[in-house]
């Protein structure tokens, strides 16, 4: 019985081909996008609205809450507390109503600024009023992010896929050169003598 040492490094080449897509596709669905919508408020009687920027950390004070279902999708929701800054320079979270048009104010990690995002992060429904836009922006995210790792999937799977190629064709040629086998065949041509 002759073996076809070619042929059977062919096969190797494509199952380890066929394995690195799977591989590489398992990756791709074990790391589906996981979207984050920011929602901010400038003020305690502020309703939610809808941030395209997502907190200032250090300035703004801000709680997330997990699992969040907006429209079909499940989100993380960054709860935003933005801050203005004062005259000195500090950034400065409103936490509590002083009287009609003042407000308690305090630097974004301090104790009463903390209980009062913990507070509102416990009590957080999300606002009907948002659900339409909200969830858009959350598929758009979604989509995009996705698209993103798809690329580099794709990319990822095409070089490897080049790789294990090149690599066998490479050693295919070194040993059909040793053995003086003739570029695409398998065994040496014997020619019988007339």
């Known amino acids: 019985m002759k073996i076809n040492w070619f042929e ?10 066929i394995l690195l897509v799977l591989f590489a596709s398992a990756v791709l669905l074990i790391s589906l996008p996981h979207p984050t919508l920011t929602l901010e408020t400038a003020s305690p009687s502020d309703p939610w609205k809808l941030s395209k920027t997502a907190c200032n950390y250090g300035s703004d004070a801000s709680a997330t809450t997990y699992g969040v279902n907006v429209g079909s999708t499940l989100t993380d929701v960054e709860l935003c507390f933005r801050s203005s800054k004062a005259e000195d320079g500090r950034s400065l979270v409103p936490f509590a109503a002083a009287d009609k048009d003042n407000w308690y104010v305090d630097e974004p990690y301090s104790s009463a600024v903390s209980a009062y995002t913990e507070k509102r992060k416990q009590s957080f429904a999300f606002p009907p009023t948002l659900e339409k836009e909200a969830s ?8 995009h992010d996705f698209w993103h790792q798809f690329k580099a999937f794709a990319l990822s799977v095409l070089i490897g896929v080049g790789i294990l190629q090149a690599l066998s064709w490479v050693i295919g040629w ?21």
């Open 8 to 17: 059977g490094g062919r096969r190797i080449t494509r199952l380890g081909q």
């Open 174 to 194: 070194i040993v059909r050169g040793f053995l003086g086998i003739p570029a695409g065949k398998d065994r040496k041509e014997f020619v019988e003598p007339d």
């Open 136 to 143: 858009s922006s959350v598929k758009a995210q979604w989509w």
